[in-house]
């Protein structure tokens, strides 16, 4: 089983970092409180002229589109401008991943309006160049910075950076110019570093920052543990787990929710230790069932059935009805789950309780009945399911028909799985990272081979050259190995299915 991504505790690290959209207030970056979506929106009041403003930049959808045409006009025709409404759009176009415009706007501040930058907004502008420009970009800037801005919020945005990047060896000789400013001084400033060790797979390296905080006597706060703790379950390390579940249990200024035992519980699967995740995700069951957020409930069903326990996913289950609206994820992760134990028959039990629901038809619920359905040769019934969709007014998508081809190639329907292989390469995007596994396209060259239609097999080959499965040089040396009586494929696809 895949370590679960811990895409919550991550998030908290992040935001308490400044890593994410939002600024936080444990972070350097703004002594405001933290920053949320509706803080954000109530801040650009209607009728007010910042939000005419933002009501003029915001359909501009292309992150390639300039700005600054529309910024110029607005000064032009004599509008007036405030500093700190500026700073809120850009929030918000961070807050919507527009990093490009949040950038565009940021720059435009100082160079046409000659606001003056405080530290707060000389680090949101590095980590935005970080994220349109790259982090060379981003470390040139960082070095242009005045040395009396460059306060620690600055420095902790170019680590983050360098987290990002994977940039181990130019994170620490930041860090090492924070201690030589005397700048390193607070938790915030150690976990820093700490999740670029985490995120550049430095876990050894993690314990002597550790040292350094308790020499310096510096406390650790949950975030702090977090790091640590995903660090031993990324490891598969059981008592680095048990050691940092342990301190987090004992220290009373750590306030535990259910990520953390979330977080060991998967860190503990992925060792083998299926006793102490069961432990572990009884306490993260206890502490979801007083979370309203559907992605607890989502993260303790998975983690049960990565456990082989189909009563605890199904108990779960029960729960996360009763006490949430449950969405398309949601049926996404218990289906998924229950399909793991071959529980088929709940599964379709629960996928006619979804079909029976007011929501968006979204053809992944559809795919993992199908993907189950092929694996056991159940064919009629997966075309029902695609039948089904279509009637919805929902249309098949690339894994789909994938599915569908290598289930009508595992089951000696050739004709019908190169007809399928071939839609999902005409909806598969150029460039995409996934690519049909060999074995399967073998066979459908295999079939063109076969019945000699040598022209079907230029088709298909030219279909795969434009979808960038393989090179355009490849062409030629594919249909000679058809017109030639073989198979055999001379490239291997670069990400298996």
Avoid at 31 to 58: F, H
Wanted: proline share 2%; net charge positive.
């Amino acid at each position: 089983m895949k370590l679960v991504r811990l895409r919550t505790t991550l998030y908290n690290i992040r935001a308490q970092l400044g890593l994410g959209n939002v600024l936080d207030s444990s972070s350097s970056y703004s002594t405001a409180t933290r920053t949320t979506t509706r803080e954000v929106t109530n801040s650009l009041r209607k009728g007010s002229s910042m939000y005419k403003l933002y009501r003029m930049l915001s359909p501009m959808g292309d992150p390639n589109d300039s700005m600054v045409p529309l910024l110029d006009q607005w000064v032009e025709e004599g509008r007036p401008l405030d500093m700190e409404q500026l700073r809120v759009i850009i929030k918000r176009f961070r807050l919507y991943k527009r990093f490009s415009h949040a950038l565009q706007i940021s720059m435009w501040m100082t160079k046409k309006s000659n606001f003056v930058l405080t530290p707060a907004d000389v680090a949101i502008r590095l980590d935005l160049i970080a994220k349109v420009q790259g982090i060379e970009q981003a470390a040139n800037y960082f070095n242009c910075v005045p040395e009396k801005l460059k306060l620690p919020g600055v420095y902790i945005a170019l680590l983050n950076a360098y987290a990002y990047a994977k940039s181990a060896e130019k994170a620490e000789i930041i860090m090492q110019q924070m201690r030589d400013r005397g700048l390193v001084k607070k938790t915030i400033d150690y976990n820093s570093m700490m999740n670029v060790y985490y995120q550049t797979g430095n876990y050894k390296k993690l314990d002597s920052l550790m040292h350094e905080m308790e020499e310096k006597g510096i406390d650790r706060d949950k975030y702090t543990f977090s790091i640590l703790l995903s660090a031993y379950a990324a490891a598969s390390d059981g008592e680095g787990i048990d050691k940092i579940v342990a301190m987090m249990e004992a220290d009373r200024g750590v306030v535990l929710d259910w990520t953390v035992y979330a977080t060991a519980a998967s860190g503990y699967v992925k060792a083998g230790l299926s006793d102490k995740a069961l432990a572990v995700l009884r306490k993260s069951e206890v502490l979801t069932m007083h979370n309203k957020f559907s992605r607890a409930y989502d993260f303790v069903i998975t983690q049960y059935a990565a456990c082989g326990n189909k009563g605890d996913v199904l108990r779960v289950w029960k729960h996360y009805k009763q006490n949430l609206k449950v969405y398309n994820r949601g049926y996404i992760c218990v289906i998924s789950s229950l399909l793991k134990f071959d529980g088929m028959e709940s599964a379709e039990k629960i996928f006619e309780e979804w079909e029976s629901c007011n929501l968006s038809h979204d053809i992944r619920i559809p795919n993992h009945l199908i993907d189950a359905y092929c694996r056991r040769g159940l064919l009629h019934k997966a075309e029902t399911l695609i039948y089904k969709a279509q009637l919805r007014g929902t249309e098949p998508n690339v894994r789909t028909w994938y599915l569908m081809a290598t289930g009508y190639l595992q089951n000696n329907q050739s004709e019908k799985g190169v007809e399928a292989m071939k839609k999902a390469l005409v909806l598969l995007e150029a460039g995409t990272r996934w690519k049909p596994s060999k074995e399967c396209l073998a066979a459908c060259l295999g079939y063109y081979k076969k019945e000699r239609d040598i022209e079907g097999a230029d088709y298909f080959i030219k279909l795969l050259t434009g979808k960038e499965i393989i090179s355009a040089d490849l062409q030629d040396r594919l249909l000679n190995n058809i017109r030639n009586g073989a198979i055999a494929l001379p490239f291997e696809p670069a990400v298996r299915s």
